[in-house]
């Protein structure tokens, strides 16, 4: 029986949860479209909590490595030989990877997510940039395909590394985490959320233009107040006193009292996800935001556009994103058309097709 197996462990950072939640999606996934005699599994580290997947094709697999050793150890050939003959897919560069002149049936595939790395590599966690760099140099050099949710991202990688290499486009989708849970409203509650509100992944900074919201707000009062989740959740605000009922930071962790489904939740029940970031990070935000029938209004950033298409709005300057707000916060009736236009474009995504197309992938190498 051939098996495709996903590496379940990752960078720490806010995507971290959201990247354990899409491998587990798409090992189930994988296991539900598996061609006759094939079967799909998650490969974790030895102090990682094992999920559950509820396919008899699917499996969780325990390897012998702390999660903390594995970026380092993982830079060599000799971690990969544990896996030789083995096919391997990761929905991020951190993979092991080796040289091989013999043809011993390996076969990788590794996803590079976005371009933060190469692009905004001081919003990064200290020192990840250069990992993620180091990872994926060695992806091109050694894996079988690099795969990118986007076009964008697979033409930036075209115009850093030269136009010979083998890149891909496999769109991902949204974990259930990032759908609306059935408790919706109770967690909303529970979280102490307004009834009206925006939600956004912005930071501060050239790259997150997180300042172009909060000029906004502070600009137009009948805004709604902001939800801001992920990395901008911890951003220092001390200087915007003035937005200080307006402005909700939310920190999605165990020791917050958080559940799995909160971060769906938020998503679900705003007045819109505002993106106004220059460079797409993670997109799953919005895939749930599509999937909720929630508009998206982004500062153009080639990513969130492609993803998004018609069931979102851009503003490419401060001045057009803050009309895009007003626009989408007053005019009932352009919100309700572009949330039926986002609902149609999620649509288009799904793990159960990104599994399938996976597959197809592997079949072809």
Not at 45 to 52: G, H, I, L
Not at 254 to 260: L, T
Request: one cysteine or more; hydrophobic letters at 45%.
């Amino acid at each position: 029986m051939s098996t495709l197996n996903v590496i379940g462990e990752f960078l720490e950072g806010w995507e971290q949860s959201g990247q354990r939640a899409s491998a587990r999606e798409l090992t189930i996934a994988l296991a539900d479209t598996a061609p006759r005699g094939c079967a799909s599994a998650l490969l974790i580290a030895s102090n990682s909590e094992a999920p559950e997947l509820d396919h008899p094709k699917a499996r969780v697999e325990v390897m012998s490595l702390h999660s903390s050793m594995i970026p380092l150890v993982w830079r060599g050939g000799p971690a990969a030989r544990p896996l030789d003959g083995e096919f391997v897919h990761s929905l991020t560069p951190l993979i092991p990877l080796r040289h091989r002149e013999e043809a011993d049936g390996s076969q990788t595939t590794v996803t590079v997510p976005h371009t933060l790395a190469w692009d905004a590599p001081d919003v990064m966690p200290k020192g990840q940039a250069k990992q993620l760099r180091q990872h994926v140099k060695r992806a091109i050099k050694h894996a079988d395909v690099i795969l990118t949710p986007t076009h964008a991202v697979a033409e930036r990688l075209r115009e850093i590394y030269g136009a010979y290499i083998s890149v891909q486009v496999l769109p991902l989708a949204a974990p259930r985490e990032y759908l609306a849970p059935k408790n919706m409203a109770e967690r909303l509650s529970a979280l102490g959320l307004p009834e009206r509100y925006f939600v956004s992944t912005a930071y501060p900074g050239e790259t997150g233009r997180l300042e172009w919201i909060l000029r906004a707000l502070e600009a137009n009062p009948d805004l709604p107040p902001l939800v801001l989740v992920g990395p901008g959740a911890e951003a220092d605000l001390s200087s915007w006193p003035v937005l200080a009922d307006r402005v909700h930071q939310v920190m999605l962790t165990e020791e917050s009292g958080a559940e799995p489904g909160d971060i769906g939740a938020i998503i679900a029940g705003a007045r819109a996800l505002v993106l106004p970031q220059a460079i797409a990070d993670c997109l799953l935000p919005i895939h749930g935001a599509l999937s909720s029938g929630v508009p998206v209004v982004h500062g153009g950033a080639a990513c969130m556009a492609e993803t998004a298409l018609d069931g979102a709005t851009a503003g490419e300057t401060e001045e057009s994103f803050a009309e895009a707000l007003t626009t989408v916060a007053r005019d009932d009736d352009e919100r309700a058309r572009l949330s039926v236009l986002a609902h149609d474009r999620s649509r288009m995504f799904s793990w159960r097709t990104t599994a399938w197309q996976l597959w197809e992938v592997h079949a072809n190498i």
